[in-house]
T-cell receptor
Framework: ELKVEQNPLFLSMQEGKNYTIYCNYS?????LYWYRQDPGKSLESLFV?????AVKQEGRLMASLDTKARLSTLHITAAVHDLSATYFC???????????????FGEGTQLTVNP | DTGVSQDPRHKITKRGQNVTFRCDPI?????LYWYRQTLGQGPEFLTY????????KSRLLSDRFSAERPKGSFSTLEIQRTEQGDSAMYLC???????????FGSGTRLTVV
């Protein structure tokens, strides 16, 4: 059974600082997603990483994927208050029997950026 | 297209009552998923449809839960004899098989009192 672990689960940081959120997963997958969720809201897609070595950047966020290490990182550069939210990684998990798929989510990292 | 729509946004029900939620996916998406999210946790997979066929159900989906997608377009998720443990956010997502990018709806927040 695929397990996805994020760390840290809680992150409080000051504006202007850099930090990295880690996402480890237990079985082979070549596709990983990052989502942002604000309190009481649904999931906003941030990045889709489709292959080993994939790196994507949007504003102050950069995500990477190492499928051999089964690790993805979400790096925050010069954090601002507006980035405060919960961030989830989700690993693509194909279902061979039905040619379907599902996403298996980590527990989430609750990020608070303080002025 | 306005994305994935879910209705209602909020539902408060008494324990033992039945509830039904609706999801309208992005029109050209042939895959539809239901997830459940409890407070402080990541979403958990419940079930998925490819067109009108329900191809996968999680062990989380007890026999009180049933989902349909009768014409391969919108889907409904019904919970019978609700329990307090059913209180959660129920999220619907859709995707095109080829692209594999999942779009989530705003969710239905269920509170069982």
């Amino acid at each position: 059974e695929l397990k996805v672990e994020q760390n840290p689960l809680f992150l409080s940081m000051q504006e202007g600082k850099n930090y990295t959120i880690y996402c480890n997963y237990s079985t082979t997958s070549d596709r990983l997603y990052w989502y942002r969720q604000d309190p009481g809201k649904s999931l906003e897609s941030l990045f889709v990483l489709l292959s080993n070595g994939a790196v994507k950047q949007e504003g102050r966020l950069m995500a990477s994927l190492d499928t051999k290490a089964r690790l993805s990182t979400l790096h925050i550069t010069a954090a601002v208050h507006d980035l405060s939210a919960t961030y989830f990684c989700a690993v693509y998990n194909p279902i061979e029997e039905t040619s379907g798929s599902r996403l298996t989510f980590g527990e989430g990292t609750q990020l608070t950026v303080n002025p | 297209d306005t994305g994935v729509s879910q209705d209602p946004r909020h539902k408060i029900t008494k324990r033992g009552q039945n509830v039904t939620f609706r999801c309208d996916p992005i029109s050209e998406h042939n895959r539809l998923y239901w997830y459940r999210q409890t407070l402080g946790q990541g979403p958990e997979f419940l079930t998925y449809f490819q067109n009108e066929a329900q191809l996968e159900k999680s062990r989380l989906l007890s026999d009180r839960f049933s989902a349909e997608r009768p014409k391969g377009s919108f889907s409904t998720l019904e919970i019978q004899r609700t329990e307090q443990g059913d209180s959660a956010m129920y999220l619907c997502a859709s995707s095109l098989a080829e692209l594999g990018d999942y779009t989530f709806g705003s969710g239905t927040r269920l509170t069982v009192v």
